[in-house]
């Protein structure tokens, strides 16, 4: 792989985690503040049901991720973003999940 390549895939990498991060954050702080200020939730079994299922994908992601070898051209820091990615989407799905007991 030749620097540019790599040089996109990290520029790529960290934008993406940034934003992640972001809505992560936004998600929890949300989920906080609905603990002090409750409100209604038209339908919590399916806030509940949506929240189950992206954590059930997120960890069956983890799980393939962290058992694969590396391909030709692949760096650790690659595997590395992208475990990085999957718990921080884990981290959304237990804030919906969060959202959704409050």
Known sequence: MDIWTEL???IGA???G???LALALSICLQSL???VHVEVVNSPKLVLIIGCIG???NII???????KRLS???????LKCSVIQTIMDMGIAMGLLLMSWS
């Open 18 to 20: 940034v934003f992640l």
């Open 72 to 78: 030709v051209g692949a760096t650790h820091g690659m």
């Open 33 to 35: 503040e609905r603990f």
């Open 61 to 67: 992601s983890a799980i393939v991720v962290h058992g």
């Open 8 to 10: 996109n895939l990290c």
């Open 14 to 16: 960290f934008f993406n």
């Open 55 to 57: 954590l059930g994908l």
